[in-house]
């Protein structure tokens, strides 16, 4: 999200909705071969949660800016049998977005801008719900979660001037590099590979 259009830097907080899921790849290897199928296939659904923090910018000129960002982001997914989510994957990490915004410098209170930039996230929570009828059970999955994450932010919004403050709307992609889960995860001759999928939605004010 972006806040300057002069040279300068300013600090700011964001708040808003992300809706995740996570791709997942069944490696199957036989011999020299590698078969790839997608496993849980259509049962996997998007899971809403909460994604917001800080964010410093920094515009080195009035097209360009630089902007770091410490951000909690709730991921995870939810997998549905029989017509209703059974299984709840909730993967929770702090984010430490850095941005490059391009923006189009119009003489006007409405400025549109895009940005790109690699994200590094530490897993603080995971965790599995699973349904059963009115019952519910939970287990933690700490020991089979890679405590970092590497991901890459894609996005664009509108930044719009009111009383000397800067509003923000930030729509946001963020898929995920790197398997979430730890290696040895899978049996004999299977290699599973989790990636975290987000799509966010922000709302920001910038001091």
């Known amino acids: 999200m972006d806040v300057k259009y002069a040279m300068g830097s300013s600090i700011g907080l964001a708040a808003g909705l992300a809706h995740s899921g996570i791709a ?6 036989s011999g020299d ?13 998007w899971k809403a949660g909460f994604c917001g923090g800080f964010f410093m910018s920094y515009a080195v000129n009035d097209w360009f800016t630089v902007q770091p960002e410490l951000l909690y982001s709730m991921k995870g997914m939810k997998i549905g049998m029989f017509g209703f989510s059974a299984l709840s994957f909730s993967l929770d990490y702090i984010e430490v977005p850095v941005l490059a915004i391009a923006r189009l410098p119009l003489e006007s209170r409405l400025k549109p801008f895009v940005y790109a930039g ?14 059963l009828f009115d019952d ?14 590497f991901s890459l ?50 709302a920001g004010l910038a001091f």
């Open 153 to 202: 932010a894609l996005g664009g919004g509108i930044n719009v001037a009111v009383a000397g403050r800067n509003l923000i709307l930030d729509f946001r992609y963020v898929p995920g590099l790197t398997n979430v889960l730890d290696e040895e995860i899978g049996e004999a001759g299977e290699s599973i590979e989790w990636k975290n999928d987000t799509i966010s939605i922000l």
């Open 24 to 29: 997942q790849r069944l490696i199957a290897i």
């Open 118 to 131: 690699p994200v590094l996230g530490f897993n603080v929570r995971s965790n599995m719900s699973i349904g």
């Open 33 to 45: 071969s590698a078969f790839l199928h997608t496993g849980l296939g259509e049962l996997i659904d």
């Open 136 to 149: 519910e059970y939970d287990a933690d999955l700490t020991e089979y979660v890679k405590t970092t994450e």
